[in-house]
């Protein structure tokens, strides 16, 4: 699942949270309809959030792969 912004033909902004699964996208949840980029940022973090907490679907921290490994240079070399 993931959120997504979604330009309507009036010029306004539709958030939803979107689930690609069996090969289609499907519309979950629709979070609001907003003007701006501004008001459509706050949507799509309470979006994100909302997947977050109520279907517990983990978040990777790709990022942090050094921490995880332990700092030792050859182990992220083979994760490379």
């Not at 306004?12 to 501004?38: A, C, Q």
Request: aromatic letters at 8%; one cysteine or more; a positive charge.
């Amino acid at each position: 699942m993931f959120p997504r912004k979604k330009k309507n033909r009036t010029g306004t902004i539709s958030v939803v949270v979107i689930d690609k699964s069996h090969g289609g996208y499907k519309e979950v949840k629709s979070f609001g309809v907003v003007k701006t980029d501004e008001e459509a940022d706050l949507l799509m973090a309470e979006a994100s959030e909302w997947i977050r907490t109520a279907h517990g679907q983990c978040m990777l921290d790709f990022a942090g792969i050094r921490d995880i490994v332990g700092g030792r240079a050859g182990a992220y070399e083979k994760l490379k």
